[in-house]
């Protein structure tokens, strides 16, 4: 049978029925595979099930930004986004958003520093930067999210209203979340793009964010779901200092 690499195919991005059945046609007559397989499958559905309980479920990635930028149309602020690659989440948020409200996106634009675990390669999503000149309410911070963002973060001086972070390593989503927290107000929405649903997930976004709140106090309740992100809105946040 052809490699699913080959055809860069993603199983872990389909729906919970598609993926059980992907993995009963890979499997063959492996039952251990197909055990380990369903498996994680199953822990994805828990994380649906639990984490993520109450949570409306997103037609997709889109979708689930397209609500976190509806709730918190109301509130004053900007939005930021960690982990651009070609703009496509960022120019739809730019757009859910408002054109009088400002969006900032962050990235080197010079792909994975590291490699992701057996997931993803050193280098993948390096791209050229895209051009946001038709959207007025758009503006990018090039280079390490490390020295960047403390750069940013010293000059502004608004809340920071919706947050999506699109960065897959653990280390840097403590890093952002410790940083940009104590700009989000009570209603604020963080999203996280790889938070579950793939292999490994409870290492990364998962991990970091269950730390991040159980450290700082932080109350969130999810408001939304797709196949792998979450939307969360923050109600309790003591470190909020705008």
């Not at 309410?137 to 090039?142: D, G, H, I, K, P």
Request: charged residues 25%.
């Amino acid at each position: 049978m052809t490699d699913e690499r080959s055809l860069r195919l993603k199983p872990w991005r389909w729906s919970l029925r598609a993926r059980i059945l992907w993995a009963l046609l890979r499997s063959g007559h492996d039952a251990e595979k197909m055990s380990g397989v369903v498996d994680h499958i199953l822990q994805s559905y828990r994380v649906q099930t639990t984490d993520l309980k109450g949570a409306h479920k997103a037609v997709d990635r889109f979708d689930a930004l397209s609500i976190a930028a509806d709730r918190t149309k109301s509130l004053p602020g900007l939005a930021v986004e960690f982990g651009v690659f070609q703009g496509l989440t960022l120019r739809h948020l730019a757009k859910q958003i408002g054109p009088d409200r400002r969006i900032v996106g962050f990235d080197t634009f010079e792909g994975l520093p590291d490699n992701w675990g057996d997931l993803l390669e050193k280098g993948t999503f390096a791209t050229k930067i895209p051009s946001f000149d038709d959207l007025g309410n758009v503006t990018l911070e090039v280079g390490r999210i490390e020295e960047t963002l403390p750069k940013f973060l010293q000059q502004n001086t608004q809340p920071i209203s919706l947050v999506h972070i699109d960065c897959p390593y653990y280390d840097i989503n403590i890093f952002i979340l410790e940083k940009v927290l104590p700009f989000v107000p009570p209603g604020g929405v963080v999203v996280f793009d790889e938070y579950y649903g793939y292999p490994t997930y409870e290492r990364h976004e998962f991990k970091a964010w269950a730390e991040i709140r159980s450290r700082l106090d932080i109350v969130a309740v999810p408001v939304a779901y797709s196949s792998r992100s979450a939307a969360f809105r923050v109600d309790r946040n003591p470190l909020n200092v705008t």
